[in-house]
């Protein structure tokens, strides 16, 4: 097959082998050249919407990335096949701080930094790495087949987000909702920045651990606390204890003389304290450590900061300013010592935080930040899904959305890096007016000076994507996207952003539209190794998504992917089943061929016949009804984000009723002389393999597209077919009653063939004993059939009968099944080689047992070792039994 690159089908025969490779990439370019993916915005229809969770643009495809974009993929393409208006939004996230590193990174090599060049040109070269390598994971979600409508991808740093942004912080910051405080940040003293979390790196560290005497302010006694950083008792501002500490009861009356200054502290009783540790009394330092500071915020403790950026005591530090702040340790316990407040000094190990850049050992400290005062947005997004406004899927998610939302702290949303949402605060140089605006201000409002100098801060990278769903759709403008796909339809997410994303998408959205940002929320669980294990480089068991397209094809790997998309935390992925789903997609292949084979010059109106079913015969009644079936679980799947649901019944449907059953079963017509049973099964055959493609296709969007293309007739793209709609009149439940009776039947007589090994091409006499009346017409009716189908030379139905010793024979439903074996196999022959069988089975168990019953084995061998042995040792067994059980039955012959 040439690859086409004109906008007809040419029709071919179906290859052998389906070729993903090259079907995939003619394709995609194709729906991308047709632009299939377009959003229409037509009068009178239902609209469906997702925004895509933004990958960082720094972003590599990962499997989660590929489970969250085909479950995406799966409702956009049903949706779009309702004929709804549907929108899939896509785009990428400026990811403040990790493209800042991935840049930083890269001048490093250039040897350079970003101070070196400057804020201006360090945020060109920001862009200019965009433009160069900012696209890789946009590409690899086309690899996939995500049918995003590209036209409409966003950036969270475009000019019309970056509006929306600015929009939002003027709005909020005249409402009163954003407003400057304190907050303890990791400070690193050397690169003059806060750090993020996950920029500390903890080393353990051999550090000490001082003990040092604190007074009772009334000289009745004394406490003893403990740290590993004396110099910050500069800047304790009390003392905490358990209120049920008997040791210290009623010393909060009293107070605390911090030793070398001449302040008193307060003691306050604090829950969170533990008594057991060291003398259960805590020195609180609210402006230099992270424990400490909750604690003030819960008393109201004073702050009081006593180092400077660069790490160096300030004047607050009393006679110790000016010092380093390791300097200032050092003089600080030798203070203490020669006061005799110093009780001891142990070794001790800890970890301690170090700038992941520059491995300075960071100090938190308290700084100014910009916070947007969340709980009356929060209280909105509660009552949202309170009402049932918005749904959480699955459900179990509530409760710790309730309770997050319930304990929720203002949200500190400022950051000290370069790349990201300039903060559009100005302050006068002069008077020190703050002005927050939507355009740039050239003067103080106040004073009238000129002297403005900006924030230099950054937003964090949420603050923009709490925007996505209506900053996206052209907000603050009032566009027609807007008003046709807001609210979103529903988000789809992992559900480890339920709170940094989905909360505040939530808050954000009701907020500025008044309307939820989507009606459903569905949180996918974590992709995990099969045994449960976090995917991770270093374990090496990561299952990279394009690795594995290569190896299987997309639509095998879209397909496991949503057979292992049940609703819960964690999905047990499984590389070997990607290979099974693999083989699925083979199978709907060659299904097709033969198809091909019969129809491929018919005109597709032959399906006509399936308007009129109760003219057509069993088989054919029976395909219609479980077609019918199979819609109506799957649309309902669908409806209810079941995904793994959707695919297993269509898994069983296309290879267990379709491929095992119905293909079979119409062999005699197709091949038969006939012309109307011919064209019946033509029909049929067309009809429901057209269902079966359309029902598949949000799934496995490629096979799908390319076997419809090669069907019968003038075929646009699949893509845009009505999805398959329940169709009442196939409904058929007698004749699935009927052809599950004959299936059992036919299973029946072919597990008794089985279990006596006779040759695949030996015929049979059969014979089928059934009192029931109905069933026995029904049997007789297509004895033909089943004579066919289980290799019979003649079947016998009768009502009453003795099954005679000589035969093989089974129960189905309330059927005898009879088939007599005389004369089809060399009974003593059979009975040698199981005799032989079983010599050799025995021997193997003996040595088996031997060794598990040997102590210095079981003691020194390892436990997988041992646990293989044992796993031998019960196969073994098993199939001693089985070979038993064959013997048994054979002699019953003789
Ligand atoms: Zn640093
Ligand atoms: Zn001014």
Redesign the pocket.
């Known amino acids: 097959m040439e690859k086409s690159t004109t906008q007809e089908n040419e029709k071919y025969d179906l290859p052998k082998g389906y070729e993903f490779d090259e079907v995939e990439q003619r394709w995609y370019s194709r729906w991308l050249q047709e632009k299939s993916f377009s959003a229409a915005m037509e009068e009178g229809k239902d609209a469906f919407s997702i925004v895509i969770p933004p990958p960082n643009v720094t972003g590599v495809l990962h499997i989660g990335h590929a489970l969250n974009n085909t479950l995406q993929d799966i409702l956009v393409r049903y949706h779009r096949m309702k004929g709804d208006n549907t929108l899939w939004v896509p785009g990428t996230d400026h990811a403040g701080i990790a493209t800042q590193n991935v840049v930083e990174r890269q001048l490093a090599a250039e040897e350079t930094t970003r101070h070196a060049l400057g804020r201006e040109k360090f945020i060109e070269r920001v862009w200019q790495w965009r433009e160069e390598k900012g696209g890789t994971i946009i590409n690899q979600l086309k690899r996939m087949g995500a049918s995003c409508d590209w036209d409409r991808e966003r950036f969270t740093m475009d000019e019309g987000l970056s509006s929306a942004v600015r929009e939002v912080f003027v709005r909020l910051y005249k409402e009163g909702l954003i407003y400057k405080g304190d907050y303890i940040v990791n400070w690193c003293p050397r690169c003059h920045t806060a750090l993020a979390d996950d920029e500390v790196e903890h080393d353990p560290t051999d550090g000490k651990l001082y003990h040092v005497r604190y007074p009772y302010a009334d000289g009745s006694g004394h406490v003893v606390v403990a740290t590993t950083r004396p110099e910050t008792m500069l800047g304790d501002t009390a003392v905490a204890v358990h209120p049920e500490d008997e040791r210290y009861q009623g010393l909060e009356k009293i107070g605390i003389a911090l030793p070398l200054t001449d302040r008193i502290l307060p003691v306050v009783l604090d829950h969170h304290v533990q008594r057991e540790f060291g003398t259960g009394a805590l020195k609180v330092t609210p402006s230099h450590d992270r424990d400490d500071y909750e604690i003030g915020l819960r008393h109201n403790l004073d702050r009081l900061k006593v180092m400077d950026d660069k790490g160096v005591m300030n004047e607050a530090a009393g006679a110790y300013a000016g010092l380093d702040r390791f300097d200032c340790r050092k003089r600080i316990v030798a203070d203490l010592e020669a006061q005799g407040y110093l009780v001891k000094i142990e070794d001790y190990q800890h970890a301690v935080g170090k700038c992941y850049r520059c491995n300075t050992v960071v100090e938190p400290t308290t700084s100014k930040q910009w916070f947007v005062s969340v709980r009356p947005l929060a209280d909105k997004a509660v009552g949202a899904v309170q009402e049932g406004r918005m749904k959480i899927h699955p459900p179990t998610w509530n409760k710790t959305f309730y309770s997050w939302m319930d304990n929720i702290r203002d949200w500190c949303i400022s950051r000290q890096i370069w790349w990201g949402h300039r903060i559009p605060a100005w302050t ?1 140089e ?4 703050v002005m927050v605006e939507v355009e740039d201000p050239t003067t ?1 409002t ?4 000129s002297k403005l100098k900006q924030e230099t801060d950054v937003l964090d990278t949420w603050f923009s994507s709490a925007l996505w769903p209506f900053s996206t759709l052209g907000w603050p403008e009032q566009t027609k996207e807007l008003a046709t796909f807001y609210p979103t339809s529903v988000l789809i997410t992992s559900f480890d952003i339920l709170f940094f994303w989905v909360a505040r998408m939530m808050m954000m959205g009701l907020h500025f539209m008044d309307e939820v940002p989507f009606h459903d929320v569905y949180l996918h669980a974590l992709v995990r190794d099969k045994d449960g294990k976090k995917m991770s480089k270093s374990t090496g068991n990561v299952i990279d998504p394009l690795v594995t397209i290569g190896q299987y094809g997309t639509d095998a790997f879209r397909f496991t992917l949503t057979a292992f998309a049940a609703q819960g935390r964690e999905i047990r992925m499984d590389e070997e089943r990607v290979d099974g789903y693999r083989r699925f997609i083979n199978k709907l292949w060659n299904a097709a061929r033969f198809a091909q084979m019969h129809i491929k010059d018919e005109d597709p109106a032959i399906t006509e016949v399936t308007q009129r079913p109760q003219e057509l015969d069993l088989a054919h009644r029976w395909i219609l009804s479980r077609t019918n079936a199979t819609i109506v679980q799957v649309r309902d799947a669908l409806d209810g984000f079941r995904f793994n649901e959707v695919a297993s019944t269509i898994y069983q449907f296309i290879w267990h009723e379709f491929c095992d059953w119905y293909l079979e079963w119409i062999k005699a017509d197709l091949y038969g002389e006939d012309p109307q049973q011919r064209k019946n099964a033509k029909g049929v055959l067309l009809s429901v393999l057209e269902n079966i493609l359309k029902l598949m296709h949000p799934v496995s969007p490629f096979v799908t597209e390319e076997i419809w293309s090669q069907l019968p007739g003038e075929r646009t793209t699949i893509m845009t077919q009505p999805f398959p709609a329940v169709n009442q009149a196939w409904e058929d439940a007698v004749a699935e009653q009927d052809m599950g009776l004959l299936m059992d039947v036919i299973s029946g007589l072919r597990t008794i063939r089985t279990e006596a090994e006779l040759h695949p091409t030996a015929k049979v006499e059969a014979t089928v004993i059934c009192a029931d009346e109905n069933k026995r017409s029904v049997i007789e009716e297509f004895a033909a059939g089943i004579e066919a189908m289980v290799r019979a030379k003649s079947l016998t139905v009768v009502a009453q009968g003795k099954v005679p010793d000589d035969a093989g024979h089974a129960m189905v439903q309330d059927v005898e099944l009879v088939i007599s074996l005389s004369g089809l196999i060399d009974v003593d022959a059979e009975l040698e080689k199981l005799n032989r069988e079983q010599g050799k089975l025995e021997k193997e168990l003996k040595r088996v047992t031997g060794k598990l019953n040997n102590e210095k084995f079981l003691n020194n061998a390892p436990p997988e070792i041992v646990a293989k042995e044992k796993g031998i040792e019960a196969e073994l067994v098993a199939r001693l039994e089985k070979n038993q059980e064959s013997s048994q039955r054979l002699q019953k012959l003789r």
Do not use: A
Not at 430 to 433: A, S
Not at 446 to 449: F, L, N, V, Y
């Open positions: 006068c002069d008077c020190g007016e103080c106040k004073c009238g000076s």
